[in-house]
């Protein structure tokens, strides 16, 4: 065929292609046998670049390769680093036919019927720049997924159709690169990359403005931002012939703001050479529960909930976003149910977020749950944006869960006198008490260890007593007690009382006519208290009280005129007189009565 005639065949294939666009052109970088090839890199280090994607190097992985294009007759081919920006292409030229030709002309028949192939003996992935070309040549340097190019002469000087290759033969390696979106100038600025170069039996990684596989004026890089992953529609793109960066790229979005926390998130591409590296531009709530105390909670305790929502900025790559401010008010759902049974709700409130959420912002909450549950192990869920108000780049971490257990606690019923309290009226008085034990769960505590103790009352086997000590070498003097206590340690029946006699002593030092003495000070103060044990899955537990929200060991009996002795008005009866309380009493009695004789003698 001669040149004009093949050069009037080949605009007409590209008229007819743009009458029909059912025609889907497509490329492909093949050996000889038709087999598509991935081209290696010569080289093994940053220092040893070697001849950089040249084909036809064996030793290095790579056989000799054509350009296979089908469905758009036989053209003019060459392959390209290209991404196209608002319909017009971006381009670096990296192949070539010879030091004088650009395009390699497909003059064989492809591997199926509308195809047609460049021999491997005319075209070749450049390991040089070129100049003498029209357009110019440059090195096959850097990974990439390649466009083809296809024009009606070798030198067109302008390329202008182009077809994505894709999978079917790229030059292999990657591109690692910070990007960030600022929603100020809508733009996405992007960092150096590194480049990771693939050879024959390994790899290496490099900057890209490594002196001597970086980009340079014969090293030329395409790069821009897109919303596909290889650049074949793109709002801002450049080529590069030297390492210029931090450099910046338009988005394509527009208005003021351009964008909005309420919108769908939007996919951008950063894309180096054909591969795109992924950034997402919106919001990314996320939740963490940053306190649960405390744990385990007791029965009626307060227990404390504190989360975080923040808005993280995906640095330094933003895949999930969190690049723009929460302007939206949205609302947080918190339910706290049974661990094994989460049906089991026993707590669900609502909170609304009206405060804004910048890029790396967050803001805290605080709410407190009464634990008025049966015991056991329960769990706290917290989920944002309840109401799916905010666009997101990434919704799977709006919740967040912790496990705390609930605990029993002891509940004391106590009858004085037959009367249900827990205060004695006057000391020295013997009283009827009975108590009965149960646990928040409703269980009776059957055979459980009770303990009374009287601190500072009246003991007969140790009366109070306080007198001055020296306590150094210097004769420095302080002072010193006896600090009693009457101590009861009884079990509960299988009903879960205790029913005995008990006298509340008191002690006259504690009153304000006898303050001169600083017992407070010496001994600390007068009280009664009970405590105890009991089995819990054949472990033995202490007695647990939450008094004014507080856990305690102790429960506290109180004596309401402490200093004051007065006799019963008439005769009373008294549990277990006559075993042995009455007897008792006498002894004590003879005991006093020996102590005073002793004395007044």
């Known amino acids: 065929m001669k040149m004009k005639t093949r050069m009037l065949y080949l605009v007409g294939i590209l008229l007819l292609m743009a009458q029909n666009p059912s025609l889907a052109v497509t490329a492909s970088i093949k050996d000889s046998s038709f087999n598509i090839v991935n081209l290696y890199y010569t080289g093994s280090s940053s220092s040893d670049p070697g001849q950089y994607y040249l084909d036809g190097v064996p030793s290095k992985g790579n056989p000799n390769v054509g350009i296979e294009l089908c469905d758009a007759g036989q053209a003019y081919v060459g392959a390209a680093y290209a991404m196209n920006v608002g319909g017009s292409w971006k381009y670096v030229l990296i192949t070539y036919a010879s030091s004088s030709e650009a395009l390699s002309y497909t003059s064989s028949s492809g591997s199926t019927s509308g195809c047609y192939f460049t021999p491997v003996d005319f ?3 450049s390991p040089y720049s070129y100049t003498t070309p029209d357009p110019d ?4 340097a850097f990974p990439g997924r390649l466009y083809v190019a296809y024009e009606s002469s070798a030198n067109p000087g302008t390329l202008s159709n182009f077809v994505y290759v894709g999978s079917n033969g790229y030059l292999r390696g990657s591109y690692t690169v910070g990007r960030s979106f600022s929603e100020d100038t809508c733009t996405i600025s992007v960092s150096e990359p590194t480049i990771t170069f693939y050879y024959y039996g390994g790899s290496f990684s490099a900057s890209a403005s490594d002196p001597n596989v970086g980009i340079s004026n014969e090293r030329r890089m395409v790069i821009g931002v897109c919303s596909d992953d290889h650049g074949e529609t793109c709002y801002d793109g450049t080529v590069l012939s030297s390492a210029s960066f931090p450099i910046s ?5 527009t208005g003021s703001p351009c964008v909005s926390d309420q919108m769908t998130p939007i996919d951008r591409y950063v894309v180096i050479n054909g591969l795109g590296n992924y950034i997402c531009i919106g919001p990314n709530l996320k939740v963490s529960i940053t306190q649960l105390t405390p744990n385990p909670v007791y029965y009626n305790q307060t227990l404390t909930i504190s989360y975080r929502i923040s808005n993280p900025r995906d640095t330094p790559y933003e895949t999930q976003g969190g690049n723009v401010k929460v302007t939206t008010d949205f609302v947080v759902h918190i339910a706290i149910f049974n661990a094994s049974n989460p049906a089991q709700v026993v707590y669900e409130t609502t909170q609304t977020i009206t405060d804004d959420i910048p890029p790396n912002g967050y803001v805290d909450r605080t709410i407190y749950w009464r634990a008025a549950v049966h015991s056991g192990k329960y769990r ?10 905010i666009g997101e780049c990434v919704e799977g971490d709006n919740s967040a869960e912790k496990e705390f257990e609930v605990k029993p606690v002891i509940i004391p019923e106590i009858w004085i006198n037959g009367v249900k309290t827990n205060t004695f009226e006057y000391a020295g008085r013997a ?3 009975s108590l009965y034990l149960r646990n928040s769960d409703n269980e009776t505590l059957r055979n459980a260890y009770v303990k009374i103790v009287e601190l500072n009352g009246l003991n007969l086997f140790a009366p109070t007593q306080i007198w001055e000590k020296v306590y150094d070498k210097y004769g420095n003097k302080t002072l010193e007690a006896v600090r009693a206590s009457s101590v009861l340690e009884s079990y509960t029946d299988y009903y879960g009382w205790v029913n005995i006699t008990l006298i509340p002593t008191g002690n006259k030092l504690f009153a304000p006519e006898y303050s001169y003495t600083n017992a407070s000070q010496v001994l600390g103060n007068y009280s009664i208290y009970l405590t105890g044990k009991y089995l819990k899955n054949g472990v033995w537990e202490d007695f647990k009280f939450v008094i004014n929200n507080q856990l305690r060991n102790t429960y506290p009996l109180e004596v309401k005129y402490p200093y004051t002795y007065e006799p ?9 007189q006559k075993k042995y309380v009455e007897a008792v009493l006498d002894w004590i009695y003879n005991v006093f009565a020996i102590f005073w004789k002793a004395i007044v003698k």
């Open 380 to 389: 706290v869920k917290i989920e944002v944006d309840y109401g799916d108000k």
């Open 431 to 433: 009283y009827n008490f």
């Open 123 to 125: 075209l070749t992935f």
């Open 249 to 253: 790229f338009t988005t394509g979005l």
């Open 568 to 576: 019963y008005e008439k005769k009373q009866g008294f549990l277990n």
């Open 137 to 140: 040549v440059y090195v096959a």
